[in-house]
């Protein structure tokens, strides 16, 4: 069965500075897709970023970048120049490409410092 | 108009009380999805709705008991609640299940926070 970790309950960084969040994932499967989502308090679940597994290329969306490992099954992600409202719970998931069903990471708190 | 509503935003209830959630989504897709999101616990998936069609009961309780009338619309009727079932009730949608096609990016509505008292 397919497993997401994310290591870092916690983390903080000083506003304007980077950060990189930790996940890692075990799966015997060579097609799956990756997926960073956001949740503020405010509870809405936003997707960050998605790397699809047969891509070499790490994917990034602005401020947000992904270090992509795939044979060390791991999928870390960087946000840049960090913003007050970066502050949230961010989840890391994966998903088969044969099945719908998110794996789901117990997320990380990161916490912005003014 | 946001993507996925949900409603009501916070729900209490005694355990004898019978509610519903609603979810609705604009977002022209076919699949929509329950999730229970508990403290210090992953994200749960309860039921999956393909097509107006159910393909998931990921083993919940009888006393939740999903509606899905046209693709925009996913019902929770709740009945009977325990306090244990407290938590956050998310619903999602994407363009379909996407067994086939692969990357079926979910989109999230806000959730509904309940409390079973």
């Known amino acids: 069965a397919q497993t997401v970790t994310q290591s870092q309950p916690e983390m903080s960084v000083q506003e304007a500075e980077t950060v990189t969040l930790s996940c890692t994932y075990d799966?015997?499967?060579?097609?799956?897709?990756l997926f960073w989502y956001k949740q503020p308090p405010s509870r809405q679940m936003i997707l960050v970023i998605r790397q699809e597994a047969y891509k070499q290329q790490n994917a990034t969306e602005n401020r947000f970048s992904v270090n992509f490992q795939k044979a060390a099954k791991s999928f870390s992600l960087k946000i840049s120049d960090s913003q007050l409202g970066d502050a949230a719970m961010y989840f890391c998931a994966y998903r088969s490409a044969s099945n719908y069903q998110l794996i789901w990471g117990a997320g990380t708190k990161l916490i912005i410092k003014p | 108009e946001t993507g996925v509503t949900q409603t009501p935003r916070h729900l209490v209830m005694g355990m004898t009380n019978k509610k519903s959630l609603k979810c609705e989504q604009h977002l022209g897709h076919n699949a929509m999805y329950w999730y229970k999101q508990s403290a210090k616990k992953p994200l749960e998936l309860m039921f999956v709705y393909n097509f107006k069609e159910q393909t998931e009961n990921n083993s919940v309780p009888s006393r939740f008991s999903p509606e899905c009338p046209n693709s925009s619309h996913l019902f929770l009727h709740l009945h009977t609640l325990q306090p244990e079932d407290s938590a956050l009730y998310l619903c999602?949608?994407?363009?379909?299940?996407?067994?086939?096609?692969?990357?079926?990016?979910?989109?999230f509505g806000p959730g509904t926070r309940l409390l079973v008292l």
């Open positions: 799966t015997s499967e060579s097609d799956y897709y």
């Open positions: 999602a949608s994407s363009q379909d299940e996407g067994r086939t096609s692969g990357e079926e990016t979910q989109y």
